[in-house]
Nanobody, 122 residues
Framework: VQLQASGGGLVQAGGSLKLSCAAS????????MGWFRQAPGKEREFVAA????????YFADSVKGRFTISRDNAENVVYLQMNSLKPEDTAVYYC????????????????WGQGTQVTVSS
C-alpha cells in the first residue's frame, strides 16, 4: 500500500486546512486509517483515526471538536479537516494504514505516507 499525503501549508491561528491522503490499495476499504503528527524534537503522536467502513472515528483530546476525519472508499482517499488551528498544531502530518480495527498506536500501523508540513502562525 502506498500513501500520499497532501494539503499542508502555512496558515494563521484560527484558520483551517484540509489534508488528503491518497492510497494505492485496491482493497482500500479493508484498511483502517489514521493521522499522526510529529513536531520538531517530539515523538510522533496520534491525531485521528477512522474505521475501514468510515462509520467509526476517534480523536486525540487535543484536537477533539476542531478536527474531523472522513474517507471516500470509492476514491481511495482519507481526509483530515482541521479547523480553529493553533500554533501547537504545527507539525509534519502523516497518514497511515492498517488492516483491522483502527488504533491510536504508531506501532500498529503497517503503512505510512511521506508526511505533509502544517505550520500555524500566531
Amino acid at each position: 500500500v502506498q500513501l500520499q499525503a497532501s494539503g499542508g501549508g502555512l496558515v494563521q491561528a484560527g484558520g483551517s486546512l484540509k489534508l488528503s491522503c491518497a492510497a494505492s490499495a485496491r482493497t482500500f476499504s479493508s484498511y483502517a486509517m489514521g493521522w499522526f503528527r510529529q513536531a520538531p524534537g517530539k515523538e510522533r503522536e496520534f491525531v485521528a483515526a477512522i474505521s475501514d467502513s468510515g462509520k467509526s472515528t476517534y480523536f486525540a483530546d487535543s484536537v477533539k471538536g476542531r478536527f474531523t476525519i472522513s474517507r471516500d472508499n470509492a476514491e481511495n482517499v482519507v481526509y483530515l479537516q482541521m479547523n480553529s488551528l493553533k500554533p501547537e498544531d504545527t507539525a509534519v502530518y502523516y497518514c497511515a494504514a492498517r488492516v483491522g480495527t483502527y488504533s491510536f498506536y504508531v506501532a500498529r500501523y503497517d503503512y505510512w505516507g511521506q508526511g505533509t508540513q502544517v505550520t500555524v502562525s500566531s
